[in-house]
């Protein structure tokens, strides 16, 4: 099997895996707080509002609706075909069906990037390309926020999705690789042993 197979491979057992779980996934992650990480990404752009944010990964719409709710201009990015159906319902936003290797984004576009729980699907020998892209649509200045849960740098399936568990180390560099400057990082959830802290959520500058 060649790399691009591997590749093609990858995006479509884990396209598969979320499309056929769709409404259990949906239903399991609804309630789910995430308004650290979205206060995290908002708080460090320093565009005037309403901002033009790419929710990348942005499965049934939660955040989505979430960022529409407070006045701004999101934009949802997902792969499979079930969540962009649910994300254009539940938000009333423009939602892009891309996969994640095949990212096709406008140039200087987005104030901010919220890429959260997604970018560890990502094959560490794309991810430089990919935040290379994510990198370029990002108006000068913009942010990017990332949370991935992490690990000692495994990367192969884990059940039926492709998975890649960095370690904060590794994970900066991929960024500053990218062109990225680092604002903050922290694990979540909050006030728990860092065994107890599945997340590694970070916060980065294009330029």
């Given amino acids: ?9 990858i995006t479509r057992l884990t396209l598969q895996h979320y499309n056929e779980r769709a409404a259990a996934f949906r239903e399991g992650t ?8 979205i206060e995290a990404l908002l708080r460090h752009i320093q565009a005037p509002a309403p901002l033009r944010i790419l929710d990348m990964g ?18 949802g990015l997902d792969g499979t075909p079930r969540f962009v159906e649910m994300a254009r319902e539940a938000s009333g ?17 987005f104030d901010g990037i919220f890429a959260n729980a997604v970018l560890f699907h990502i094959p560490s020998s794309e991810l430089p390309r990919v935040l ?40 900066r560099a991929y960024l500053l690789a990218a062109g990225f400057s680092e604002l903050e990082h922290f694990y979540r959830p909050t006030g728990l042993p860092r065994e107890q802290q599945p997340w590694l959520a970070s916060v980065w500058r294009k330029g």
């Fill in 93 to 109: 936003c423009e939602v892009w069906q891309q996969n994640f290797l095949e990212l096709q984004l406008p140039e200087e576009h």
């Fill in 58 to 75: 942005c499965g049934p719409g939660r955040d989505l609706l979430d960022f529409r709710q407070r006045g701004h201009q999101p934009v």
């Fill in 30 to 37: 609804w309630d789910h707080d995430v308004s650290q990480n």
């Fill in 132 to 171: 290379g892209q994510l990198q370029q649509t990002l108006k000068p200045g913009g942010v990017l926020f990332s949370s991935n849960p992490h690990g000692d740098n495994q990367e192969g399936w884990n059940g039926p999705r492709y998975c890649n568990f960095h370690d904060w180390p590794s994970w």
């Fill in 1 to 9: 099997m060649s790399a691009n197979d591997d590749l093609s491979a």
